[in-house]
């Protein structure tokens, strides 16, 4: 099994020498109790010695990786520098260039130092806040904020502290404060009669809620951070110096990366929320037992729980995690949740847990008629799969079926839309690529040391052979970008959208710690995602930091900026290796690529998007705000007036309409959620101008074959 960005490696043998390394700790781990604070050492030995020995590029644990350990850390747990003050800073320093050592020795005073007087300054600063916001702010005053937290020195002392705190808070209350006056003087044009709040009252209730969000959010550091949470921040800033993608996930995160990575879990189909009041059913999952029992509804607040028939247990003042895994369980099994109802009314349901599909994760289809020829598009947004369970969905499969049920309503097109497609699993994608072409390489992927593995798609059948575009954006990574970089090098179809896409060209490979240690009461130790292996495509070049780059680029919010992984200070570096053997298409896309420029270039929206990511570079670097009413109202009148000139780009709307596949019409009837989604999605693709262009463009791609078949009929090289 491979994971790709968060997917499995098929290479067993670094695992097999982590394993056999591991061997000569199982001898001497003595049996703790669980909270243990030997536990928090003996992850760190363990992750220690998987990175050595485990990691693609292993990196010197040195005084140089100390100093960046200690800074990330410390912009990790207070990154608007409000908590620490210099003193804490002058007694933490002499740890700067020593932590190195400290993770080789298993020592962890500094992260022991550091949380307790953290927390200590949490409690402090509550008192800091209440106070400021028990009083009205002088917004007559003319000063400001510097929000460059980077380049912001910690505050010298108390004092200076509570000034930064008070700037702070005046800015959080200066935006809400504009915002209410200006609904207010909205409500007086539309009704003459309406008494306008004074700004005394204006002012207050701004406070007022500005205290309740501040509450609310220490109480969840309070509450619903433990220990361990704050220890993962501490470990993640010493692994992620390896490179941005090792990450170490405590045993609750794992369980969520696993979800996010299959699209499914067993439990009722809900997702909670923690309010003041307690947890709160925020949403419930189209097709979910919860969805499908009728009796849960978005808003209840839940009460106790119960197992089957067993006494329900409380859960006030419970953490979320903890009150989350008291519901969730395997399929078959009852829970009993007792619910104070929207109304008032206290009431138990009974759900049958079951296996639960987070549709939004999975492939969806649509078609749309331009010019009397329909088209189909295909949404993916994750290379998902099940590594525990083949049967379950994965994004290859459904993809497969997607394809299918379009090729029924006889399309003349294809347009795989891969945008905010953040990766997933290498087989897939490997699989994916072969639908679209005869067999052939479709990556290569390197370990340390090693020849580069060629992965090919060893089946000769193609099930899509017609026109394809391919869309991507900056945050298209990883998977996507092989799935794309593929598509180009064979050239069997256009690759669309921004500059270039994400630049993951890393493999990660999650290690469970857990089995390097026999017959330990410790608990769970979590897991470590790290990078074992570098993908190239088959031209030989790699992704990492370059990206894919489109055939046809679409003007951006982003165009102007710098973003992806060549962003990331402790990203690999690029490079590249021999090209794999392959035969490309023998086909000119470059009068579709000049055609589709000349129509970027004189379209009006177009030209205001370009604009618009102009005026975003120029703003940028503006850290400095005034905390003067009238001169922050000035500035925000000007920022409006801009915005007004852009919302175009927001209005804008096309004349196509998107229809959903017959088989999903047919549910509609019975679930209207789905209705409301697909209704949801079709809509903003109304508003999408790059969906237009890209039509354009696959419309031109169909002139040019002239109905040949891409895989079968066109001559190869």
Known sequence: MKRIGEFMKRNYKVILLVTALSAILWSFIPNKKKEDPEKDKLILELLTMVLERGHYSPIEINDDFSKKVYHKYLDNIDPTKRFFIQS????????ETSLDDMLMNKDISFFNLTNSRLLQRMKESRKIYENLLSKPFDYTIKESINIDYDNVPFCKNKSDLEERWRKQLKLSTISSL???????????????S?????????????????????????NFL?????????????????????????????????????????????????????????????ELISGGPAWRGKELEAGDLILKVAQGKDEPLDIAGMRLDDVVKKIKGPKGTEVRLTVKKVDGTIKVISIIRDEVETEETFAKSS????????????????????????????????????????KAQNIDGLIM?????????????????????????????KAPRRNPEILPDPDKRVQYDGPLVVMINNFSASASEIFAAAIQDYKRGIIVGSKHSYGKGTVQNVIDLNQFIRGSSFGDLGALKTTIQKFYRINGGSTQREGVKSDIVFPDRFSYLDMGERDEESALPWDKIEPAKYDVLDINYDNIIVNSNKRIASNPTFKLIDENAKWIFERKDEKVISLNLAEFNNEISIVDEKIKKFKAVSDYKNNYQFVSLPDELALFDKDAALKEKRDRWHEEMQKDIYIEETLNIIADIKLLTKGKSFTQKLSMN
Do not use: C
């Not at 004074?198 to 701004?206: A, P």
């Not at 949470?229 to 170490?248: G, K, M, Q």
């Not at 078609?367 to 947004?381: C, M, S, T």
């Open 178 to 192: 504009t915002d209410k006056q200006k609904l207010e003087e909205e409500k007086k044009k539309e009704d003459a």
């Open 417 to 445: 839309d891969l945008r905010d497609n953040g990766g997933g699993s290498l087989e897939t994608v490997v699989k994916m690529v072969g639908l679209f072409i005869p067999e052939g390489p479709v990556v290569q992927v």
């Open 367 to 406: 078609i749309v008629n331009k010019d009397g020829k329909k088209y189909g598009i295909i949404y993916l947004p994750k290379f998902y799969i099940s590594f525990e369970n083949k049967e379950n969905r994965d994004a290859y499969k459904d993809v497969a079926a997607e394809i299918e049920k379009l």
């Open 222 to 282: 309070e509450s619903e951070l433990t220990r361990d949470d704050w220890f993962a921040i501490y470990l993640n800033s010493i692994v992620e110096r390896f490179d941005p993608h090792t990450f170490y996930f405590s045993p609750e995160d794992k369980e969520k990366f696993d979800v996010s990575m299959s699209g499914t879990f067993q439990g009722i189909g809900a997702r909670l929320q923690k309010k003041e009041s307690g947890v709160e059913i925020s």
């Open 194 to 218: 309406y008494e306008m709040k004074s700004f005394e009252k204006i002012e207050k209730e701004v406070r007022e809620t500005t205290l309740k969000s501040l509450n609310e959010y220490f």
């Open 88 to 95: 804490d800073i002058n007694e933490f320093s002499k740890y």
